[in-house]
């Protein structure tokens, strides 16, 4: 209906002869938050998982526990930021009691959010941009035990993660294998320990890039500096590499360039102004 989220459940019913099958369906209004709670591999729903959500100076605001839908539904957030964390994990899963999902409430919108639970704990590894935080894919990581075993050898996806196969109680290295094109390896060599019943810390590592950009978009004539400018950064068989704005100062910073000709092209120009072309 109007003013509220698409359904995507599929609703299962038994029509007996002489009876009338009733089901309910419900849906969520266009201004709440809508989380669900998934196992990580099969991605079917998980009922059970209770989470807390916070403000963003730690104020506890509510609790809620998914349903059998493996969802829960809030209207009662403000826009403005929040974060959130699982205390309890569905029966027969572990708990991520270290990491925090954080999330923005629009007035008016949805904000809506999917977390996957582990039967058995994984490692998680995540790569970001030592400079612009930037995740970053390709990152090769190799998980062994204490005495040399190799575990297996895990690779970043697009939003910079990988994650291990489920692990046995124990203690880890992870250790960087290979960098994502662009950049310097980073010497990671982390111990990692798995506990019964919980995920181990995330293991975040950060990356120096081979070399960087940067330039300032300002008016031609009063050289203000301007903000909101959008470009894409091209490689010579027009491939795009990357994709920035600039700032409050007019700058805007790209690294984790290879070696080789790059083309400039403006996609958006700030408000009252127009493209300036290729460069």
């Known amino acids: 209906p109007e003013g509220y989220v698409l359904n995507t459940e599929v609703y299962t019913i038994e029509v007996k002869e002489g009876k009338t099958a009733t089901v309910e369906i419900t849906n969520t209004p266009q201004n709440g938050l809508w989380l669900k709670k998934v196992d990580a591999e099969t991605l079917l729903p998980l009922a059970g998982a209770t989470f807390e959500i916070y403000t963003m100076d730690d104020e506890l605001i509510c609790e809620y526990t ?30 991520d009691k270290t990491c925090w999902t954080l999330f923005e409430m629009v007035e008016g919108e949805t904000t809506m959010l999917t977390i996957k639970n582990w039967k058995q704990p994984v490692i998680r590894m995540e790569k970001y941009d030592k400079y612009t935080n930037e995740r970053l894919a390709g990152a090769e990581f190799e998980i062994s035990t204490l005495d040399g075993h190799i575990i297996g050898t895990y690779t970043t996806d697009v939003n910079g993660e ?12 992870v250790k960087e294998v290979k960098a994502p094109d662009g950049y310097k390896l980073s010497g990671c060599n982390e111990t990692v320990v798995v506990e019964k019943g919980y995920m181990p810390e995330i293991i975040k590592v950060y990356n120096e890039p081979l070399s960087n950009v940067s330039f300032v978009k300002d008016d031609g004539l009063t050289k203000k500096p301007l903000e909101g400018a959008s470009f894409e950064i091209r490689a010579d068989d027009g491939t795009v590499v990357k994709h920035v704005t600039t700032d409050s100062n007019g700058l805007a910073f790209a690294s984790g360039l290879g070696t080789g000709a790059y083309k400039l092209v403006e996609t958006q120009a700030p408000e009252g102004y127009v493209l300036s072309g290729d460069h």
Do not use: F, M, Q
Request: cysteine-free.
């Open 162 to 173: 990988a994650y291990s196969i489920p692990l046995d109680y124990g203690t880890y290295i």
């Open 66 to 95: 998914t349903n059998t839908s493996g969802t829960i539904n809030t209207t009662n957030l403000l826009p403005g930021h929040y974060k959130l964390r699982e205390t309890k994990a569905p029966d027969g899963y572990v708990l």
